[in-house]
């Protein structure tokens, strides 16, 4: 079992930046692929970004350039930086951890362990 705790949410102006933490329990970190998805109200969990245990990225269309994923195995901890961040990035940001390769193609159904999410709100 896996447990996911997220932090560093909150409220910014456009073109303010963020980072969101998530500590994950457990010693098989660096054995899983991780990741942070977002939902909006009235809106489908949807993929932000995600690693993979070797440490290659993805990112959705809607936050390359802007946003950056990273892990630190040593802490059992992964990172969002979120900069030039817009009003349509409001949303409910969780972590996600999993075994599924299939999380790599940013799909939520490969998701295997969610954190409880933090609320990232962008005022304009």
């Known amino acids: 079992q896996v447990q996911l705790v997220e932090s560093g949410g909150g409220l910014v102006q456009a073109g303010g930046s963020l980072r969101l933490s998530c500590a994950a329990s457990?010693?098989?970190?660096?054995?899983?692929?991780m990741g942070w998805f977002r939902q909006a109200p009235g809106k489908e969990r949807e993929a932000v970004a995600v690693?993979?245990?070797?440490?290659?990225?993805y990112y959705a269309d809607s936050v390359k350039g802007r946003f950056t994923i990273s892990r630190d195995n040593a802490k059992n901890t992964l990172y969002l930086q979120m900069n030039s961040l817009k009003p349509e990035d409001t949303a409910v940001y969780y972590c996600?951890?999993?075994?599924?390769?299939?999380?790599?193609?940013?799909?939520?159904?490969?998701?295997?362990?969610w954190g409880q999410g933090t609320q990232v709100t962008v005022s304009s």
């Open positions: 690693i993979g245990w070797g440490r290659s990225t």
């Open positions: 457990g010693r098989t970190f660096s054995s899983l692929h």
């Open positions: 996600a951890a999993s075994r599924d390769v299939g999380m790599l193609r940013l799909r939520v159904s490969a998701v295997d362990y």
